[in-house]
T-cell receptor, first 114, second 111 residues
Framework: EAQVTQNPRYLITVTGKKLTVTCSQN?????MSWYRQDPGLGLRQIYY???????DKGDVPEGYKVSRKEKRNFPLILESPSPNQTSLYFC?????????????FGPGTRLTVL | SQQGEEDPQALSIQEGENATMNCSYKTSINNLQWYRQNSGRGLVHLILIRSNEREKHSGRLRVTLDTSKKSSSLLITASRAADTASYFC???????????FGEGTQLTVNP
């Protein structure tokens, strides 16, 4: 089954404690990205990756890091989480070939930073 | 920045009625996509309409696109309680696959 998986689904942590949210897709998609969703602000892109070892900043990259060592995985790293990073996070992927591509989203990770 | 803007922000209807949501965007596009999100869950792609299409159907969904007005509408016919969700329009950057989402319309279908 084609899917995007994220782990963990829920996480409560404290300020400054490094954490990683994993994302994996099994569709051999080149493009992967991370979004955060906040009330009144909609979905905003954090980082994206066009392929292995190619990453770039989205609209709100501050406080986040990503890596793309393998095509299927795109972890989101918060080196020193802060309360303003409390949010709902989504990973997404799509293929780059062609012009009319839907994105596939993971189930979301609800992060609370105390 | 948010390009798509949905209207209304919230819509409450009775089961069996039709629901219409609108989306406006600012720049040129080659396609526009609609997604659905159940509360706290991931987004699910519903339908994609290309810039050279004016209308598209998929089951109970009907999407229109007016590129001269930079607007699109999503119509859900004969709504069901299970249609209760948030609906987002999204437009991809012409240079790649980055999607810009609106803030969504929260649809509530009352049984």
């Amino acid at each position: 089954e084609a899917q995007v998986t994220q782990n963990p689904r829920y996480l409560i942590t404290v300020t400054g404690k490094k954490l990683t949210v994993t994302c994996s897709q099994n569709m051999n998609h080149e493009y992967m990205s991370w979004y955060r969703q906040d009330p009144g602000l909609g979905l905003r892109q954090i980082y994206y990756s066009m392929n292995v070892e190619v990453t770039d900043k989205g609209d709100v990259p501050e406080g986040y890091k990503v890596s793309r060592k393998e095509k299927r995985n795109f972890p989101l790293i918060l080196e020193s989480p802060s309360p303003n990073q409390t949010s709902l996070y989504f990973c997404a992927s799509t293929r780059l070939a062609g012009t009319y591509n839907e994105q596939f989203f993971g189930p979301g990770t609800r992060l609370t930073v105390l | 920045s948010q390009q798509g803007e949905e209207d209304p922000q919230a819509l409450s209807i009775q089961e069996g009625e039709n629901a219409t949501m609108n989306c406006s965007y600012k720049t040129s596009i080659n396609n526009l996509q609609w997604y659905r999100q159940n509360s706290g869950r991931g987004l699910v792609h519903l339908i994609l309409i290309r810039s050279n299409e004016r209308e598209k159907h998929s089951g109970r969904l009907r999407v229109t696109l007016d590129t001269s007005k930079k607007s699109s509408s999503l119509l859900i016919t004969a709504s069901r309680a299970a249609d209760t969700a948030s609906y987002f329009c999204a437009t991809p950057e012409t240079s790649g696959s980055r999607l810009t989402f609106g803030e969504g319309t929260q649809l509530t279908v009352n049984p």
